[in-house]
């Protein structure tokens, strides 16, 4: 038997098994997903509301990451919706294809992801000059699943038969197949197309969306770009589905010169050697495993291709020609993946499609453990600086409250010279109304020299109690001695005395003695013993009453957007919990 025909016949032997065996497959699709959109709903609820009142019109640090997380947060979620409507489309598309194995081929443009898609739906086959299965069997129809363009989708030969369009410009526009037996064969757009005027959808996004709704995939890479790698991207998302892509790497061909018959110099197109080629995809599957280090590379294996040689050989049944394109082994590696247990293929896209659903959700709430950081990390920043004019701010309040006391201690002591009294509660009440103003000044001051677009806060009311001595006048006992005489009777001395005595007579002597008399003297106040007692225990209470300010501003600045941190963390961790939990 012909070659061609040979392997063209094993591919269909594969094709009508796995028809057969899908025909019976019934798809099963779990409803989980239906409860993502309320848990995300939920999410937004808990974290946009309380935000509202969330600081971020200020110059400061952590006003402007707040801002950017919530405008990160509002993007990200805006997307969201995108992805619940790419669920509810993907679920449909699975629906839809469940009595196919769905193969879908993507490549950056001019890939040659048409001109593949042709030959396999037997453009070439259906009029080869030797007889083959595509002789027998309907024409396969083409349809479009999704269009985003109006140009360059299915087109008509001049027989009337319709095919994939292919062009020498970025031509395909839409998701559109052809079913071959039990196979669905999906072409898509070129990754990286540049948008048209017209484009009604973004077509490296179309292809991302419907990538996940298939049960494997073909990436197309040119030979003359392969070092073009990044639409090699996609590659890591499948892998991270639990998806396999074989790597084609296309127009593995060149144009060698031979005489003809009739001595003329002509063109031949020959397939690159298969030291080249080899070459070419080792290079490819390094590169990439080198990109993507946790790639499985038993899912990922590469082989160098050219339809164009392969639709030479059909014209010219040369079956030399047909093994140097290699679409031999395409055929023959597809079909054994194709029909190897098919229905688990089928079974598995439900579970890959929520998985990546779910993947893609917690990949996004990760993006926000950076702002939040960055949040926090500008809310600490700031509470060092805080803390660092801690000593400078208690110095300042000292000294005013130092210096105003003085000026006030010195009235005092007027007062109570005229005869005034100064009483505790009256110095406590001085002390606290200083000391009130003092760090309403002073820790405003110096927390402008912190915070950008400081915002002043009123200090908390301060109560003072402290134990000071009176301030009283202050006497002096002055202390004077003086001698003074006075008369005193005594008895007769001598013998005269005695005898006159008997006749009345009365004698006398003089005595003398000492008297002290004290006198108190004003000599002023107790100013210096008043003002020794109070200064200390003033400025002890300034420095503990400064530290407490200090510390509660530093408790209290930053609460709200501290609580938002705290809140979003919880949220986020609770958002993801759940969404694990629905995983298959």
């Not at 937004?44 to 990451?65: H, I, M, Y």
């Not at 000391?435 to 400081?454: E, G, P």
């Not at 006075?486 to 006159?500: A, D, I, Q």
């Not at 100013?527 to 300010?549: G, H, I, K, W």
Request: glycine share 6%; with cysteine.
């Amino acid at each position: 038997m012909n070659y061609i025909v040979n392997t063209v016949e094993e591919f269909f032997v594969k094709l009508d098994k796995m028809q057969h065996d899908l025909d019976a497959f019934s798809q099963t699709l779990d409803n989980r997903s239906d409860r993502i959109p309320i848990l995300l709903k939920k999410f937004e609820d808990n974290v946009f509301k309380p935000a509202q009142s969330l600081k971020t019109d200020g110059r400061d640090a952590v006003a402007q990451a707040a801002k950017k997380s919530l405008e990160n947060l509002r993007a990200v979620v805006s997307t969201w919706q995108d992805k619940v409507e790419a669920d509810r489309k993907g679920k449909e598309f699975i629906r839809k294809n469940e009595k196919f194995l769905v193969v879908m081929v993507f490549g950056a443009v001019k890939a040659g992801k048409s001109s593949l898609g042709n030959f396999f739906a037997g453009k070439k086959l259906v009029n080869a000059p030797f007889d083959n299965r595509y002789k027998h069997i309907p024409k396969p129809i083409f349809e479009t699943e999704e269009k985003g363009r109006d140009t360059g989708d299915i087109s008509k030969d001049q027989r009337g038969d319709t095919w994939f369009t292919e062009g020498v410009t970025d031509t395909t526009g839409a998701i559109q197949y052809f079913t071959l037996s039990g196979l669905r064969w999906v072409d898509s757009p070129g990754t990286g197309a540049v948008g048209k005027v017209g484009d009604t959808l973004d077509m490296t996004k179309l292809v991302e969306e419907y990538l996940s709704y298939t049960d494997m995939c073909i990436f197309l890479m040119n030979s003359a770009a392969v070092a073009l790698q990044d639409d090699m991207k996609y590659i890591e998302k499948l892998n991270k589905e639990g998806q396999e892509a074989l790597i084609v790497i296309t127009k593995s061909d060149f144009a060698d010169e031979d005489v003809d018959d009739d001595g003329e110099i002509i063109s031949v197109l020959m397939p690159k050697t298969p030291e080249n080629r080899k070459l070419q995809e080792d290079d490819s599957c390094a590169r990439v495993k080198k990109k993507y280090p946790n790639i499985d590379e038993k899912k990922f294996r590469a082989l160098s291709v050219s339809t164009a040689l392969a639709n030479e050989a059909v014209e010219q049944n040369d079956e030399e020609k047909f093994r140097g394109s290699n679409l031999d082994k395409l055929m023959k590696i597809l079909g054994d993946k194709v029909s190897d247990n098919a229905i688990a293929r089928k079974q598995a896209n439900p579970r890959r499609q929520l998985n990546g659903f779910i993947a893609g959700i917690i990949d996004d709430l990760a993006k926000f453990d950076g702002d939040l950081d960055g949040m926090s990390a500008a809310i600490e920043n700031y509470k060092q600086g805080m803390s660092r004019i801690s000593e400078a701010t208690v110095r300042s309040v000292c000294y005013e409250l130092q210096n105003e006391l003085h000026q006030r201690a010195a009235e005092w002591n007027r007062q109570v010279k005229r005869g005034s009294n100064v009483s505790t509660s009256t110095i406590n009440s001085t002390v606290e109304q200083i000391l009130q103003s003092t760090l309403n000044a002073q820790l405003n001051t110096q927390m402008r020299k912190v915070i950008d677009d400081y915002q002043s806060r009123e200090m908390p009311t301060v109560k003072a109690n402290l134990s000071t001595a009176a301030l009283t006048k202050k006497t002096a006992q002055i202390e004077h001695s003086y001698s003074e005489s006075y008369t005193v009777s005594r008895p007769p001395r001598g013998f005269w005395e005695r005898v006159k005595g008997w006749f009345g007579a009365e004698y006398y002597e003089t005595k003398y003695r000492t008297r002290t008399e004290s006198q108190t003297v004003d000599v002023g106040t107790n100013f210096d013993e008043f003002v020794q007692s109070l200064m200390p225990q003033a400025e002890n209470y300034a420095r503990t009453q400064t530290n407490a300010c200090l510390e509660k501003l530093r408790d209290t600045y930053f609460a709200d957007r501290e609580q938002f941190v705290r809140s979003m963390r919880r949220e986020i961790e609770a958002l993801r919990a759940e969404l694990n939990g629905l995983k298959l």
